[in-house]
């Protein structure tokens, strides 16, 4: 089956850094993303893996293990702002031409001053 | 950047009514559009994906002729849910892709907050 692991919830003190890890079982990958979304919000991109590796993007991080079946999302020099839920999700392949992304629950990101 | 709108933001209608969700993406051609439907503290659950000039494939347990979706053309799809009931009452987002372009990414619209009373 299809399944995407990620905490439920995580604290951090503004100005810290925090890992939110995400682990996942799929049928066939081909690409993991990390996004956020506001309360009544739409989810905004945030970083997309396909390739083993970090991808660094200003404050904010993306690491992935495909042999692991495994993503961090390393976000840094917090800001209240970055309180919000975030979503992993994994685009696992139906057919060659088509496939589906798979959603985690979220994390819920509480920021504390 | 890419940006996909969707219309109404908010709609609240009566049970047995059916209602129109307007997706579209304005500044790139959407070859593929999904349906999403997320319900309080839950994840997004894929309710189908619509390839332009074809029929949309739904996801099991989602009724293809409950919500209907059109993507007619290139910048528009439309998921009509009819006969709504209140447990249809839910946020409904759109998200659009360009493959055409070599990138996978997903860009999301700003979600429909459906309620039926």
């Known amino acids: 089956g299809q399944n995407i692991d990620q905490p439920t919830e995580m604290t951090a003190t503004e100005g810290a850094i925090v890992q939110i890890n995400c682990t996942y079982q799929?049928?066939?990958?081909?690409?993991l993303f990390w996004y956020q979304q506001h309360a009544g919000e739409a989810p905004t991109f945030l970083s997309y893996n396909v390739l083993d590796g970090l991808e660094e993007k200003g404050r904010f991080s993306s690491f992935l293990s495909r042999s692991k079946g495994y993503s961090y999302l390393l976000l840094k020099e917090l800001q209240m702002k970055d309180s919000a839920p975030y979503l992993c999700a994994v685009r696992a392949s139906k057919t060659a031409s088509n496939y589906q992304l798979i959603w985690g629950a979220g994390t819920k990101l509480i920021i504390k001053p | 950047g890419a940006v996909v709108s969707q219309h109404p933001s908010r709609v609240i209608c009566k049970s047995g009514t059916s209602v129109k969700i307007e997706c579209r993406s304005l500044?790139?051609?959407?070859?593929?559009m999904f349906w999403y439907r997320q319900f309080p503290k839950q994840s997004l659950m894929l309710m189908a994906t619509?390839?332009?000039?074809?029929?949309?494939?739904?996801e099991q347990g989602v009724e293809k002729d409950k919500f209907l979706i059109n993507h007619a053309s290139l910048t528009l799809s439309t998921l009509t849910v009819t006969s709504a009931h209140p447990e249809d009452s839910s946020f409904y987002i759109c998200s659009a892709q360009n493959r055409d372009r070599g990138t996978d990414t997903q860009y999301f619209g700003p979600g429909t907050r459906l309620t039926v009373l």
């Open positions: 500044d790139f051609q959407a070859t593929t």
């Open positions: 619509s390839n332009e000039g074809s029929k949309a494939t739904y």
């Open positions: 799929t049928s066939g990958f081909n690409g």
